[in-house]
């Protein structure tokens, strides 16, 4: 009998641990990767319906700000440090889902969609999208 309950409690043990063991990494797992589609990358396409969204809603919040004269509001270019960056706000976020991991700067008539790892233009909405 004394044996039974020993290897009872050994093989409940194990299997606690096992559990514990399984549940860590996961969690560590959860914490170190993200969904793809929630990394910004360096390129974008919106369709015209979420380009119009995004360009009414932030224009609504933000003030727009003036580029420097050599800047080019174009898809690759690198935007210059005088110039303001934002993250998206969340509540365009949840309207237009693959925004979310990106900043944006408003200009006179354009919005820029910037990634804010490398601070590339990746879309350039005009104000009359």
Excluded: C, W
Excluded at 56 to 62: F, K, L, T
């Amino acid at each position: 009998m004394k044996l039974r309950l020993i290897a009872i409690a050994t093989a409940a043990a194990l299997a606690s641990g096992l559990g514990a063991a399984s549940a860590a990494d996961h969690q560590a797992m959860s914490k170190t990767t993200t969904p793809a589609t929630m990394q910004p990358k360096d390129s974008l396409s919106l369709t015209r319906q979420q380009q119009r969204t995004a360009f009414r809603d932030i224009s609504r919040e933000a003030s727009s700000q003036s580029a420097p004269s050599s800047f080019s509001a174009s898809v690759g270019a690198t935007i210059p440090g005088d110039i303001n960056i934002q993250p998206v706000p969340a509540k365009l976020a949840a309207r237009v889902s693959s925004l979310k991991p990106y900043d944006y700067a408003l200009l006179p008539d354009h919005l820029l969609i910037v990634n804010p790892n490398d601070k590339k233009v990746v879309e350039v909405i005009n104000r009359r999208a």
